[in-house]
């Protein structure tokens, strides 16, 4: 954040007392929890499902959480890909002089901000993926037969057995967040004043021109703000698809919670994992804005 010239951020008295009534309210509800609730509390069987130790490699590897966790990260990360390609075609066509693509990206945003996601995802995965993916020949026993590709799409997607299930999760969290997407791509393009659209037509810029050239680059840094906080919020929606056994942090969390009992110390475990995954990308984000706001004030 860029503060007036010869100002900077300052800590007042009451800014202090607030932290210390948020510190006094936090120390107050860890100490009722463990004084006032009648729970065996069993830490230390957290840190084995976390990792554990491979006696065939003589390594340490990632467990069921840990899993999880990467298995939510590579949801996210695909998911957020293909949303920013669908919401930039759709913030385009809601932007289009033409008729009909305004209206199709408007009922595309109608359809995708109206409907619940866990009815898309029952749609999307008892209905559609069933007939559509057999046309792209994905299956286990197409990649069976290649095991290097095997194994790059273990790392980088998903596990073969569960491929399916994966991609149809992907393409309907995509859809979801590329509504919202396409909303903030319109108001970053409608944001960039009227005069850069007549600048760039007259200097014989066409219209695609003028979007690559001159609107896209200032409306880009306008919409990163939003972008990340809908990033964010892909990698908390990505929950949900556990429904359909997607074996994200929150289905590794409900199975081992039915397995073990450990019920406050698992969902405890991982709001931590999926607050240091947000934190991280909050921060990635205010390094990204800054880096930004350099170059603005250098040029």
């Known amino acids: 954040m860029m503060y007036p010239a010869g100002r900077s951020p300052k800590t007042t008295r009451l800014d202090i007392f607030l932290l210390l009534a948020l510190a006094a309210a936090g120390g107050f509800l860890v100490l009722r929890i463990h004084s006032g609730l009648d729970y065996p509390w069993n830490w230390g069987a957290i840190p084995q499902y976390l990792l554990r130790f491979d006696t065939h490699t003589g390594h340490w590897v990632p467990n069921l959480l840990l899993e999880g966790l990467f298995t939510t990260v590579r949801l996210s990360v695909w998911s957020m890909a293909l949303a920013s390609i669908i919401g930039l075609t759709m913030g385009l066509f809601r932007t289009s002089p033409s008729l009909f693509k305004r209206l199709l990206g408007q009922t595309y945003v109608g359809l995708g901000r109206n409907l619940p996601p ?67 791509v319109r108001s970053g393009i409608q944001s960039v004043e009227r005069g850069q659209w007549e600048a760039a037509k007259a200097l014989g810029l066409s219209r695609q021109q003028q979007l690559r050239d001159v609107i896209l680059p200032q409306a880009f840094q306008r919409i990163l703000p939003p972008l990340a906080g809908q990033f964010i919020s892909t990698v908390k929606d990505s929950a949900i698809v556990s429904v359909i056994s997607i074996q994200e942090l929150t289905f590794q969390g409900m199975e081992l919670m039915a397995a073990t009992y450990l019920t406050l110390e698992v969902w405890i475990t991982i709001t931590l994992l999926y607050l240091v995954l947000t934190l991280t990308l909050s921060l990635v984000t205010r390094r990204l804005e800054h880096y930004f706001e350099q170059r603005l004030f250098k040029g």
Do not use: C, D, K
């Open 118 to 184: 866990l009815v898309l995802i029952f749609i999307f995965y008892f209905f559609i993926s069933g007939q559509l993916m057999p046309l792209f020949g994905i299956a286990e026993s197409n990649l069976s037969t290649h095991p290097m590709l095997s194994r790059w799409v273990t790392l980088f997607v998903a596990p073969p057995e569960r491929l399916e299930q994966f991609l149809s999760a992907v393409i309907t969290l995509a859809l979801f967040e590329g509504a919202y997407i396409t909303e903030i």
